[in-house]
């Protein structure tokens, strides 16, 4: 626009061209840019691009503006007669059109950023839809699997709502134990489904949750909607939002599968145990990285090592090592551990005693997650009879040899291919050949068709020389057809270049122990039934206990206090001093009754051995006491202390100790209970410390046994069964405990675990 008017001016001051047909060319030229600015806005128009033609039309809008100003102000423009008046204008029309340029280039990328904005809004709008989408079908498979193993691992969720007393559950529950409901059931309602046994228990919690804001767990037994019984375990957990428990929720997990397979275990243990000891075989568990030796009760009798004395390491198992066999076993030991093959391994021991025995011991490795050796579990065997006879025979073998034909017990010479070359007398009269019949059989032949490959392997150590000899059991036939059990000793004998020649087979006829041990066999299934109907017996008695005695008692209770209320003025003083002693002596009495059933409880209880904050549990008990009726005692408890043990149990012992403690400072100006532990004997003891009354140590063997006291119930209350029901929880965790005293000084109860 500025070379046209500044060409215009030039024209007109030099060549004198008509004004008219230079104004109708400026006119024009401005004209078309006009034009062509509002054809890009029609063209333009798009919803999308309406911004850019907004732009353009109001562009088309200033240029034909322009021409407008220009057509009106050109014939003023024409009366400038100084260039330096229309070169000053000039510079202002430039400036003006500079300005008008850079605001369209602003615009323009200003479109330009809104397209890009535009376009990526809407890419991101595309993927957020399909991560919406995908997080979608992830909450549902991952619903679908919380229902799948809620299903599968037998587990329902369930909410008390405490305001309403309407209990919510899911439909697993329904599925479980066939809950007969579309909708909540009301608490009443649900204690229908739990065994009338276990009522009052799950009711105790629940409360002791509610009051005091902590969760539970226990094994309880439901009655189904079908009327079965099923082992559960029931969780419960206080939703506390601020600080008031507004409901409970939790979880029932269907345990009953795993609960009879605790009873088959059970059972199957005791059967082992008794054909361990009659077998002679110790059980060991040697922990590597915490170096602790684990010896089951045999072992301590085998090694002669009393356990009180025994702190459990290899160190001490080593030092009764022969001291020629010390480093076999060492190297052992390593092998074992360095290529993962199993222990065996044969040694002499000299025991407490003095005495030489000779053990063998096998034993597997057992590895964690990352292949590493963790520990080592076995068997050692007290072989002394066997070896010693084994030294015997090597001793007198040219003797052996000779007298092999008048020897007890079934000797036989067999080749490598296992044809008998030799027999004596004892083994033809054993199955009824004559030694001639022997000879033209082998091995096979007089084998029991089931046991014919049982010794194989033990061939083959033998032909390898990683063993001298080896014993097993299997059955024979004997001529007419009948099998009889008998023990095998088979040696490999060897020529000067040590190469295999011929076996030598010890044949002992164990027909009768074999019968005896199926005899023990049946007296075991004997005495478990037994066992099984002295529990019922139990069961019954306590139940006898429990509601046939509590029914006269409290007939008694109550007579005698309604003789007090309406007869007392008809009686004496003595009469109704007896009157009282009555009603005082049947309180007395159910609490004994109380007292006898938790004591046979703990007994019959099963046991959940887990890793139990023991100061936690002690605080509990400590604030329970407190808030009943000890105020004033102080209670020092040590935190931190951990233990292996059943909680339910271990509970049950510390507040029979931690009441007995507060009971006998009371009389004290400042009762004082201390908690704590420390280490005796190599083992972690718990005590129990009070500044009470004391007793008396010449009584303190009478200490834990029932209905002992060591002072009168007029002096302190109790029934005397609290220390017996501790002793039982502690002997059933395989500890021991034991109280220090002194008159008006105090006691100390110690006690240990597993």
């Not at 890419?123 to 079908?137: F, G, H, I, M, P």
């Not at 309403?164 to 479980?176: D, P």
């Not at 033990?458 to 009889?484: E, P, T």
Request: glycine share 6%; proline share 2%; charged share 25%.
């Amino acid at each position: 626009m500025i070379p046209l008017i500044l060409g215009f001016y030039l024209y007109r001051a030099k060549e004198k061209l008509p004004f008219r047909s230079i104004f109708i060319l400026f006119i024009s030229f401005i004209l078309a840019c006009g034009l062509t600015h509002l054809m890009d806005a029609v063209i333009f128009w798009w919803p999308a691009y309406g911004l850019s033609a907004v732009i353009r039309f109001a562009t088309a809008v200033v240029s034909l503006g322009t021409v407008f100003a220009l057509v009106k102000i050109t014939p003023e423009v024409l009366k400038f007669k100084s260039p330096q008046q229309l070169e000053k204008l000039i510079n202002e029309l430039t400036f003006l059109n500079e300005r008008l340029h850079l605001e369209i280039k602003q615009r323009e990328a200003a479109e330009a950023e809104l397209r890009r904005l535009n376009e990526e809004l809407e890419r991101k709008v595309e993927d957020r839809t399909a991560d919406l989408q995908q997080s979608n079908q992830n909450l549902k498979r991952i619903n679908d699997l919380f229902r799948s193993a809620q299903k599968a691992a037998g587990i329902g969720i369930w909410e008390v709502d405490l305001e309403r007393q309407r209990v919510f559950f899911s439909r697993e529950v329904n599925e479980i134990y066939n809950v007969d409901s579309q909708g909540p059931l009301t608490v009443q309602e649900c204690l229908q489904y739990i065994h009338s046994e276990d009522r009052q228990a799950v009711l105790k919690l629940a409360r002791k949750a509610v009051a005091k804001g902590i969760p539970y767990d226990k094994e309880i037994r439901i009655i189904t909607g079908d009327k079965k019984m099923l082992w559960s375990r029931a969780v419960g957990i206080p939703v506390k939002p601020e600080d008031e428990v507004v409901a409970l929720r939790g979880l029932i997990m269907n345990i009953d599968p795993l609960k009879t397979s605790q009873q088959k275990i059970e059972e199957s243990r005791r059967v082992l145990t008794m054909a361990l000891e009659a077998g002679e075989i110790g059980v060991w568990h040697w922990h590597i990285k915490e170096n602790k030796l684990e010896w089951d009760d045999y072992m301590h009798q085998l090694f002669d090592y009393p356990k009180a004395q025994f702190k459990g390491t290899l160190d001490e198992f080593m030092q009764r090592i022969h001291q020629d066999d010390t480093q076999k076993v060492n190297k052992a030991i390593a092998v074992a551990l360095e290529r993962e093959v199993k222990l065996d391994v044969t040694f002499r021991i000299r025991t407490g005693q003095g005495k030489i025995r000779i053990i063998q011991s096998k034993g597997e490795v057992i590895t964690d997650d990352q292949g590493n050796a963790e520990s080592i579990v076995g068997l050692s065997i007290n072989i002394t009879a066997a070896k010693a006879y084994e030294e015997t025979l090597k001793e007198s073998e040219q003797r052996f040899r000779a007298a092999v034909d008048y020897s007890p017990i079934g000797v036989a010479l067999v080749s490598l291919k296992g044809k008998l070359f030799k027999v004596n007398q004892a083994l033809a009269s054993m199955l009824n050949y004559s030694e001639k019949e022997l000879l033209n059989l082998d091995f096979s032949e007089i084998t029991h068709p089931s046991d014919v490959n049982s010794d194989a392997k033990q061939i083959k150590k033998l032909l390898q020389g990683r063993i001298a000899s080896f014993q097993a059991d299997k059955r024979y036939l004997r001529k007419d057809g009948k099998s009889i059990w008998i023990q095998l000793n088979v040696s490999l004998v060897k020529d000067a270049n040590k190469e295999p020649k011929y076996f030598i087979a010890q044949i002992l006829d164990i027909t009768e122990r074999k019968m005896a041990e199926e005899k023990i066999q049946e007296t075991v299934r004997q005495r478990t039934a037994q066992l099984e109907a002295m529990n019922q017996e139990l069961e019954a008695f306590s139940y006898s206990v429990s509601h046939d005695l509590r029914s006269p008692l409290r007939s008694i209770h109550g007579f005698s206090q309604a003789l007090l209320e309406d007869y007392a003025t008809s009686l004496d003083e003595m009469g109704n001093d007896y009157l009282n002693r009555v009603s005082a002596a049947s309180v007395r009495m159910g609490h004994l009754i109380d007292d006898l059933l938790a004591l046979a409880r703990i007994t019959r209880q099963d046991m959940k051995i887990d890793i139990i904050d023991v100061s936690e549990v002690a605080e509990q008990v400590a604030t329970a006491l407190k808030a009943e009726r000890y105020q004033n005692t102080e209670f020092i408890i040590k935190p931190g202390l951990k233990a292996h043990a059943d909680q339910g149990l271990l509970t049950v012992a510390l507040e029979n100790l931690f009441e007995n403690a507060a009971k006998y400072s009371r009389v004290k100006d400042h009762p004082k209970v201390e908690f704590g532990e420390h280490s005796a004997n190599g083992k972690n003891t718990f005590f129990i410390k009070d500044n009470g009354v004391g007793f008396d140590m010449q009584y303190a063997d009478k200490l834990f046994g029932a209905f002992q006291r060591l002072h009168t119930a007029k002096e302190f209350e109790g029934t005397g069964i609290g220390l017996a029901t501790v002793k039982r929880v502690i002997h059933r965790h395989g500890g021991e405990i034991w109280a220090e005293s002194e008159l008006g000084v105090g006691s100390c109860f110690y006690f240990t675990l597993t």
